[in-house]
């Protein structure tokens, strides 16, 4: 039997889309809390330039892989060279995911295709792929959904048929690998405090939404998180294998009462959506 490579002692978290925005966050606290810290996304100059800003507190273990998670051949690639080098997975984070602007009334097939494949696909290979390591760590899969995956809301495009689709794969998976040992989990976080709030789908707004359409959460009457409220969320959820995690927590009271009473929840909605 080969050796164990020689640093299979730490414990190892991949977060996929680190190299940005929430992921990167993600990474940070995982780091310190003493994970070895793969990165990964497509860009090798935004997984450089995340680890070195990373690498700016001291301590840190961070490792970067390039791939596309949305291919199989580089997904499997990945977790050849994490099986290689250090021998363990612990914990995946599956965050590349992207939101939407405009109504399912206008939504093309094709838009819901790039939605699905962004933040559907890439999450099912990653599992499929780490599982076996997972598997052998008895470790967690915590999968980035959002608001939008736990209630309909207006002006978001495809993101909510997306994101739906994302829990429901997460339960799936969850209640299939149980006996493996594997821990999947969803976090729905509610829209994210980050300086380009409110600006990046503005070229996906056009005139006949109104102009909340274009702010987090699509004009969701929601304040913003920090992104670091949301990864030291991601961390517990890992670390005490929690199931299913609503950010801001009070709106879990709401969403199950939309739940029990539609008409009631349709009216929550149109209330906290402007
Ligand atoms: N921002 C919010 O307010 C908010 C709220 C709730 C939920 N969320 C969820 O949180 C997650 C992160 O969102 P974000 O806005 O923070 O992301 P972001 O800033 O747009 O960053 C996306 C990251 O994913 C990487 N990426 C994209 N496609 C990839 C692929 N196919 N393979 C590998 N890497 C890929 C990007 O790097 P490359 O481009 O170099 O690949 C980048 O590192 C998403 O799932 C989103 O739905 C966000």
Known sequence: MPEPPPTADVSTALVTGGSAGLGQVIAATFADAGYRVVLVGRSSERLDAAKQQLDTQPGRD????????????????????IEDQFGRLDVLVNCVGTSDRGLAG???????????????????????????LLESSR???VNIGSLAGKVGARYLGGY???????????QQLRLEWRDKGIHVALVSPGPIRRDDAGTRYRDRT????????????????VKGLPAATVARAVLA??????TDVIL??????????GNAFPRLGDWLLLKFTS
Not at 160 to 170: C, E, I, P, Q
């Open 62 to 81: 961070i490792v970067t892989l390039a791939g596309d998670v949305g291919v199989r051949e580089d997904c499997d690639r990945i977790a050849s060279t």
């Open 106 to 132: 206008e939504l093309t097939a094709d838009r819901l295709h790039e939605l699905i494949d962004q933040n559907v696909v890439t999450t099912l290979l990653c599992c499929q792929a780490f599982a076996p």
């Open 139 to 141: 470790g967690s899969i």
């Open 160 to 170: 909510n048929a997306a994101k739906h689709a994302l829990a429901g794969l997460t």
């Open 206 to 221: 056009d005139a006949t939404l109104p102009a909340s359409a274009s702010a987090p959460g699509g004009g969701t009457k």
């Open 237 to 242: 959820c890992a670390q005490k294998r929690r």
């Open 248 to 257: 801001p927590g009070y709106l879990r009271l709401l969403i199950v009462l």
